[in-house]
T-cell receptor
Framework: EAQVTQNPRYLITVTGKKLTVTCSQN?????MSWYRQDPGLGLRQIYY???????DKGDVPEGYKVSRKEKRNFPLILESPSPNQTSLYFC?????????????FGPGTRLTVT | GDSVTQMEGPVTLSEEAFLTINCTYT??????LFWYVQYPGEGLQLLLK?????DKGSNKGFEATYRKETTSFHLEKGSVQVSDSAVYFC?????????FGAGTRLTVKP
């Protein structure tokens, strides 16, 4: 089954404690991205990757890091989480960059930073 | 920059009512347009899409027509069901950039 998986689904942590949210897709997609979803703001892109070892900032990259060492994986790293990073996070992938291609989303990771 | 504006919710309807969720966009070129749906506790799923002007996307009784002259992509359904309760996002892709609206929460009551 074609899918994007994320782990963990729920995470409660404290300020400053490094964490990683994993993302994996089994569709051989080149393009992967991370979004955060906040009430009234829709989805905002954090980082994206057009291929292995190629990553770039989205609209809200501050406080986040990513890496793309393998095509299927695109982890999101919070080196020193802060309460304003409490949000719902989605990983997504699609076939190739460009218009018209469906983007597939993971189930989401709800992060709470206290 | 490119952006999507959709009607604010929440929207509450009775079963079998007609649904319209307005969506307009601003773009420097000719984007592809999408509606995504998010059911409680789940990620976003593609509902329908249109890639050029006057295209009509449709799925599960939902429809939306790409109107270049009004830069709109309004979502409609003739008769909603309780199972349609979800958050609906309008989105565009232009070149490599995907933009989402803020989302509209729909609740359908029996």
């Amino acid at each position: 089954e074609a899918q994007v998986t994320q782990n963990p689904r729920y995470l409660i942590t404290v300020t400053g404690k490094k964490l990683t949210v994993t993302c994996s897709q089994n569709m051989n997609h080149e393009y992967m991205s991370w979004y955060r979803q906040d009430p009234g703001l829709g989805l905002r892109q954090i980082y994206y990757s057009m291929n292995v070892e190629v990553t770039d900032k989205g609209d809200v990259p501050e406080g986040y890091k990513v890496s793309r060492k393998e095509k299927r994986n695109f982890p999101l790293i919070l080196e020193s989480p802060s309460p304003n990073q409490t949000s719902l996070y989605f990983c997504a992938s699609r076939d190739v960059p460009g218009s018209g291609y469906e983007q597939y989303f993971g189930p989401g990771t709800r992060l709470t930073v206290t | 920059g490119d952006s999507v504006t959709q009607m604010e919710g929440p929207v509450t309807l009775s079963e079998e009512a007609f649904l319209t969720i307005n969506c307009t966009y601003t773009a420097t070129g000719y984007p592809s347009l999408f509606w995504y749906v998010q059911y409680p506790g789940e990620g976003l799923q593609l509902l329908l899409k249109a890639t050029k002007a006057d295209d009509k996307g449709s799925n599960k009784g939902f429809e939306a027509t790409y109107r270049k002259e009004t830069t709109s992509f309004h979502l409609e359904k003739g008769s909603v069901q309780v199972s349609d309760s979800a958050v609906y996002f309008c989105a565009l892709i232009l070149y490599n950039d995907m933009r989402f609206g803020a989302g509209t929460r729909l609740t359908v009551k029996p």
